[in-house]
């Protein structure tokens, strides 16, 4: 058994081939599973926090894993601080239901959503309707990684912090990593001239350490989401402008839809809540409540 002195705290940058790359502060380690940890089946993902027992050259055992802050599902990630949802203002279109429900998905896996509107230099107009709908309500980030507009307050946004990068396929995830990472040569894919959708570029896993601090990681875009799988009554609490609003409905559990005396409903009235906004919260109400229902 080792002696638990002997032990660093590390971070898991990626697994690979039955090894996982161990970042320890100075130098990343290759490193196998303890047997007790392969018995146990405890899967290690990339994000861990892991006590590792170094061994010569650059190798390590990886004896423990420290209790995760969060856990993402899609790709497996641990101890993501905040999501990077990269949409696109052109080529693809964005899809506001789709961000929407990368919002949704974000907020109930307890992770902070950026987001990140991409391609600005291909629109007129530098704010469309879509962006300012976002202002105000989430931390927006308008950039160009063709001309480099908004990549240092990207930049800042990613120091210190986990990040991962998520988003359609096709919308510039890699493109953006290669222009904030010097070293970094992440394949990027011409987005198909037929479809305008892209294709996958991107398939490892892999958190990168930042030069400022901070790791990221850049995952395969995917075009469908589904609602997560919630209770009606949960929805407005992942709205982060509507469920300011919800502690005055005169019905307890009130889902802010056909109930009377709705201070929800009074808020978009008096303009307090965007419209659309309210109107995304309804569509996807009416799909939970048909769920429940079958
Ligand atoms: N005009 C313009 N093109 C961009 C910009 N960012 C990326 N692109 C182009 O968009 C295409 C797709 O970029 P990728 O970085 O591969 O997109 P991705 O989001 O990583 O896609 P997946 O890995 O498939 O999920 C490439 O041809 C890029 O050159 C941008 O800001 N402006
Ligand atoms: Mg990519
Ligand atoms: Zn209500």
Redesign the pocket.
């Known amino acids: 058994m080792n002696n638990r002195d002997n032990l660093v705290e590390g971070i898991v940058l990626k697994a690979y081939g039955g090894f996982f790359y161990v970042h320890d502060g100075l130098s990343v380690r290759e490193c196998t599973l303890r047997g007790r940890l392969r018995y146990k089946k405890q899967q290690v993902l990339v994000g861990d926090r892991v006590l590792m027992a170094p061994v010569q050259g650059r190798g390590g055992v990886v004896e423990d894993v420290l209790p995760r802050r969060s856990v993402l599902t899609r790709p497996a990630v641990a101890n993501v601080d905040q999501a990077i949802i990269?949409f696109?203002l052109?080529?693809p279109e964005p899809n506001p239901g789709l961000l929407e429900r990368f919002l949704i998905t974000a907020a109930l896996n307890g992770i902070t959503p950026v987001i990140c509107f991409?391609?600005?230099?291909?629109t007129a107009e530098r704010q469309t309707e879509l962006v300012s709908n976002y202002l105000g309500n989430y931390h927006v980030v308008v950039?160009?990684?063709?001309?480099g507009?908004g990549l240092n307050l990207l930049r800042e946004t990613l120091n210190g912090k986990i990040s991962v990068?998520a988003?359609?396929?096709?919308?510039?995830?890699?493109?953006?990593?290669?222009s904030l990472i010097p070293d970094l040569k992440?394949?990027?894919?011409?987005?198909s001239a037929r479809l305008k959708s892209?294709?996958?570029?991107?398939r490892h896993i892999e958190l990168i350490l930042l030069a400022d601090g901070g790791f990221v990681a850049?995952?395969?875009?995917?075009s469908s989401l589904d609602l997560p799988d919630i209770k009606p009554e949960e929805l407005a609490g992942l709205f982060p402008d509507i469920g300011n609003y919800q502690t005055n409905c005169f019905f307890t559990g009130c889902l802010h839809y056909k109930e009377p005396d709705c201070s929800i409903k009074e808020a978009v009235e008096q303009g307090k809540i965007d419209e659309a906004r309210y109107r995304q919260y309804l569509e996807f109400l009416v799909q939970l409540i048909d769920r429940r229902n079958h």
């Open positions: 990269v696109s052109r080529e991409n391609k600005v230099d291909l950039t160009s990684a063709k001309t507009t990068f988003g359609p396929s096709g919308v510039g995830k890699s493109t953006i990593l290669n992440q394949k990027t894919g011409e987005v892209g294709r996958h570029t991107t850049d995952t395969p875009g995917f």
